[in-house]
């Protein structure tokens, strides 16, 4: 079975400062990882995701995630953060046996100080 | 604009309504699905369509019941809800395949009462 946990339910940074969300994931066979961002009264949306090749990448926003299968982790990363950024962030894993089922993890809350 | 629509937005009923939630994809996918998203509990995946037939429902009481007519449309029927299925139910669809993306609607903010 799969399982994402993400840690830190909230994370608040100055602007212009790094931005990183943690998330590590399980599973039995090769992940495919997601990160997706939910901005107040809307549904998620598709930051970057993973299925195979570079381990490191890019997204929409700036955003950007690396792979580390040693580590059984995908974490998110912007250099600098801005006002804009302030939402909720979703990681998800899924894999080839899992067909087209997403597991998500339980949000992480970005707040942006100015 | 995500090509999901979801009606209505917001919706109010009272424990022994009968409401029905809408969904709609422009996108051509050939999945669909709905999620439900409460407070300070992790994204719950409710129930999968894949071509119109239903292939995943994840212990979902039977006050819920989903209905999909075709690969665009999907509706949720709502009867005797609880107050602790207020929630946030969002839509979503994707193309089959388990590297593809899932495309999400604005949801519907379910109040019972």
């Known amino acids: 079975a799969q399982s994402v946990t993400q840690l830190g339910s909230h994370v608040s940074v100055s602007e212009g400062a790094l931005v990183l969300l943690r998330c590590n994931y399980s599973?039995?066979?090769?992940?495919?990882l997601f990160w997706y961002v939910q901005y107040p009264n809307q549904g998620l949306q598709l930051l970057l995701k993973?299925?195979?090749?570079?381990?490191l990448v890019k997204g929409i926003n700036g955003f950007e995630a690396e792979f580390k299968k040693s580590e059984t982790s995908f974490h998110l990363t912007k250099p600098s953060a801005h006002m804009s950024d302030a939402a909720e962030y979703f990681c998800a894993v899924s894999d080839f046996n899992a067909g087209n089922m997403l597991t998500f993890g339980g949000g992480t809350r970005l707040m942006v100080k100015p | 604009e995500t090509g999901v629509t979801q009606t209505p937005r917001h919706l109010v009923m009272g424990m022994t309504n009968k409401k029905s939630l809408k969904c709609e994809q422009h996108?051509?996918?050939?999945?669909m699905y709905w999620y439900k998203q409460s407070a300070k509990k992790p994204l719950e995946l409710m129930f999968v369509y894949n071509f119109k037939e239903q292939t995943e429902n994840n212990s979902v009481p039977s006050r819920f019941s989903p209905e999909c007519p075709n690969s665009s449309h999907l509706f949720l029927h709502l009867h005797t809800l609880q107050p602790e299925d207020s929630a946030l139910y969002l839509c979503?669809?994707?193309?089959?395949?388990?590297?593809?993306?899932?495309?999400f609607g604005p949801g519907t903010r379910l109040t019972v009462l």
């Open positions: 979503a669809s994707s193309p089959l395949s388990s590297t593809d993306t899932q495309y």
């Open positions: 993973y299925t195979t090749g570079a381990t």
């Open positions: 996108l051509g996918h050939n999945a």
């Open positions: 599973s039995s066979v090769p992940p495919y």
